[in-house]
């Protein structure tokens, strides 16, 4: 079942002789469940894709879909909602609210949504993090693994659509970068998440079930295994 459907996406910096075309006529489709890794070198457009499909960064023509919604015909609010409940976001420096504990930045979006935590599944979620002893640590009384730990937790606390990561692996060393793409595969295996991660790690890119490949703003390859 189709989860994510991106027509004709183009994202254009500026204007005249200094206009920048981070995205040209980008389309895609993908599968509820898929593991995608979005490789390319730097400047090719991949963060810039990835925000857009977050609904952080407006394309300048095009259509994002995300289970049937076409995002970007929502206003400024619905899209503030829809983004935090359906699309999950991890970030290469966690974005971790500095005054907030571990059980506070994880439920951050069910807060700000003025939802009920679900605590079988907030538990559930810190047990398979690892977690359960640092549930009111600080983000700078935590290790950069344990934070970005915290930082999946809270992309998959109101269980999105989407989970998008942008390197979520680059500040990390080799042990901990091994342990958190392992929980990101938990997450795509025991929920069913979809799952799109930018990395330029190629052991990463190849633990994936597809590879698209970008360059220029274009997508160059397009690679199932």
């Given at each position: 079942m189709e989860i994510?459907?991106?027509?004709?996406?183009?994202?254009?910096?500026?204007?005249?002789?200094?206009?920048?075309?981070?995205?040209?006529?980008?389309?895609?489709?993908?599968?509820?469940?898929?593991?995608?890794?979005?490789?390319?070198?730097?400047?090719?457009?991949?963060?810039t894709l990835l925000h857009i499909l977050g609904g952080v960064d407006r394309p300048s023509s095009g259509q994002v879909f995300i289970d049937g919604i076409d995002i970007?015909?929502?206003n400024e609010t619905k899209l503030a909602i829809f983004r935090r409940r359906q699309v999950g976001l991890i970030y290469q420096f966690y974005n971790l609210i500095p005054v907030l504990n571990v059980e506070e930045n994880i439920t951050l979006p069910l807060l700000l949504d003025e939802r009920k935590v679900d605590k079988s599944r907030l538990?559930?979620?810190?047990g398979i993090l690892g977690l359960g002893d640092r549930l009111g640590y600080l983000p700078n009384q935590l290790s950069g693994g344990q934070q970005q730990r915290v930082s999946i937790g809270r992309a998959l606390i109101n269980n999105p659509a989407l989970v998008l990561a942008d390197e979520p692996t680059g500040n990390l060393d080799s042990k901990n970068s091994t342990e958190i793409i392992e929980l990101l595969k938990l997450s795509n295996k025991k929920y069913n998440q979809t799952l799109l991660v930018?990395?330029?790690?190629?052991?990463?890119?190849?633990?994936?079930?597809?590879?698209i490949t970008m360059a220029d703003g274009r997508i160059e390859g397009d690679i199932r295994r």
């Open positions: 994510l459907r991106v027509e004709n996406l183009a994202k254009v910096y500026g204007s005249g002789e200094t206009a920048v075309r981070a995205l040209d006529d980008v389309s895609l489709s993908v599968e509820k469940g898929e593991f995608v890794a979005i490789v390319g070198p730097s400047g090719s457009g991949k963060s970007y015909k929502l538990s559930e979620i810190i930018i990395t330029h790690d190629q052991n990463i890119a190849l633990q994936a079930d597809r590879i």
